[in-house]
């Protein structure tokens, strides 16, 4: 059912974390392509969670809410591909910069902390208010522009009960866009309402 999370995401069926320790501890390898894991096959117009969905497990609203689905997730939950189609009505567009409109940095790290946050929700028996402590080692490889589809890999690379911390990296037509990897932690949890998609 489009904007819902597939069954194997939902509330019910997700492994809690009950521990204060790290559950999985782990480092991440870039492979021949550059990239941080072999994408999957994947259908670009068919998403597995939209952006209605992803307001269960996000409190972004609005222009804050960047990621616009997730295309992608392994079994494990612990890897997943989210999209950012970038457009030429976003707030950012006309004054940076004008003449040569460019994806804000920020804004990519923001769409990337947004997917690390729905991977770390999926799993909590509610989801949480994650607030991010660190981005470390973020470079940026290529610019981003409206009309580019912006695919968003992200794999959790430590996760306990209240903090987790993933890599995650930009990508466009193959290509690495940025990468970084972020920490974060859960404030309490997240009771929203969830807002008609437009």
């Avoid at 612990?78 to 040569?100: L, Q, S």
Wanted: hydrophobic residues 40%.
């Amino acid at each position: 059912m489009q904007g819902s999370p597939p069954e194997t995401t939902t509330l019910e069926a997700r492994r809690p974390v009950d521990s204060a320790e790290d559950t999985r501890t782990g480092t991440s390898e870039v492979n021949a392509d550059g990239l941080l894991f072999a994408l999957p096959r994947l259908e670009l117009d068919r998403t597995l969670v939209d952006r209605t969905g992803l307001e269960r497990y996000l409190p972004h609203r609005g222009t804050m809410l960047q990621l616009d689905g997730v295309l992608w997730q392994d079994e494990g939950k612990t890897r997943a591909v989210g999209v950012k189609r970038v457009r030429d009505d976003e707030f950012w567009v006309a004054g940076h910069f004008p003449g040569r409109p460019m994806l804000p940095g920020v804004l990519m790290v923001e769409t990337a902390a947004q997917l690390a946050a729905y991977l770390f929700n999926i799993r909590q028996p509610e989801p949480q208010l994650a607030a991010f402590l660190r981005i470390e080692s973020c470079v940026f490889r290529k610019s981003v522009s409206p009309g580019d589809t912006l695919l968003i890999l992200c794999q959790e690379v430590k996760i306990g009960r209240r903090r987790f911390t993933s890599d995650v990296q930009g990508v466009v037509d193959g290509q690495p866009t940025f990468e970084a990897r972020a920490s974060g932690i859960a404030l309490g949890p997240f009771r929203g309402t969830v807002t008609a998609q437009p």
